[in-house]
């Protein structure tokens, strides 16, 4: 069987003129391989040097199809996006010649026209996945768009979260991101994770006001035990890294930023941490970098935004309800007052919940649930 994925993962060549891209789906797609003869990945190439963050695929039976760059928040950004259309349609139209079933994830700029079209003009077998927050109330234009005609589709789609009213058709998934050999790891690093402090807290993602860091420094700069904090850690970029820095060393707080880093060394800090921090109003699915921290033993304090409150409450977590910075302050003060005990309770079921995130877990799905029926 031959499988086309259509998305809007960022690829780069590298210095070596190998095609590398964006770590979690580039991986995805690595333990996708050895079920297919052939998998063609259509997706955006820039012209500019890879992030650490960015895999090579490791199969041979996996082939790039490059799409020019597009997508944007600029009016003028949607404007190219709207004018690379034919060609982006010409690209998926051939490639889908080649094989028996596609995937689109969504929502990207593309989908917008992308899903139209597969929906009206393509009979191949295939679904889509909605790697956003499906339940948000209002989303941007092309979202609601996209969100609105996977609604109404024949086709199957994947999405975060289980939900009142869901269609018959939309299939609650779990994001892959873990190995079964690093389940196994989990456990160890958790038997000898110490839970009594000082703690080290982790955050990975975007770097900006909507994911929360700026109620995480405001939260630390206001939280008096200073020595129950060991380091805080920062992992991503943004275009106000600076200004946190600042503000870190105003406020005395023992911060790391790491920039982008690869994945091993993103699970080099998950391993270190007892706490993963994600206090976010941005539109979420469910971010992976949670199932990842939990599998580490990191006690995620996070936000309850679209599905996340699914997966994560007291038993393994913290929510951050209402989300603001004073309430992040609160849950540091809890986490003050809670023995060691209690804090490695919450972290291996949060270890228990992060079994459904395994690449083996999807793709036993993907293979029975939405290809096979």
Known sequence: MKLVIISHTEHYQSKSGDIVGWGPTVSELNHLASHFNEIYHVAILHNSVPPPSSLPYVHDNITFVPLPPSGGTSFLSKLK???????????????????????????????????????????????????????????????RLQRHFLKKQSRKVTINGSWEDQPAHCYTFENPCLTISERSEGISVIKQKQYDGPFSFCFVGRLDNAKGVQRIIDAFSKFENKSMVATLHFIGNGDQMVDYKK????????????????????????????????????SEGFPKVIAEGMNFGCIPIVSNVSSIGQYIDKSNG????????????????????????????????????????????????????????
């Not at 259309?85 to 992308?114: C, E, W």
């Not at 005395?252 to 994945?263: K, M, S, T």
């Not at 309770?345 to 096979?372: C, D, M, V």
């Open 81 to 143: 996006t709207i004018a690379r259309a034919p060609k982006t349609i010409a690209v998926v139209r051939n490639t889908l010649k080649k094989v028996d079933v596609f995937q689109l994830r969504t929502p990207t700029g593309m989908g917008v026209y992308l899903v139209p079209y597969l929906t009206w003009f393509s009979k191949k077998k295939g679904w889509y996945k909605y790697a956003g927050n499906w339940n948000q109330e209002h989303p941007p234009l092309g979202y």
């Open 247 to 282: 503000q870190c060393a105003e406020y005395q707080i023992p911060a790391i930023f790491h920039g982008f880093l690869p994945r091993e060394k993103v699970f080099n800090v998950y391993r270190d941490c007892q706490f993963l921090m994600l206090p976010s109003t941005a």
């Open 318 to 373: 913290y929510v951050v309800t209402p989300t603001t910075a004073e309430e992040l302050r609160n849950i540091l003060v809890e986490i003050e007052q809670t023995n060691k005990l209690e804090l490695l309770k919450k972290a291996a079921q949060g270890y228990a919940t992060a079994s459904k995130f395994t690449f083996e877990h999807y793709n036993s799905r993907i293979l029975n649930e939405i290809i096979a029926t």
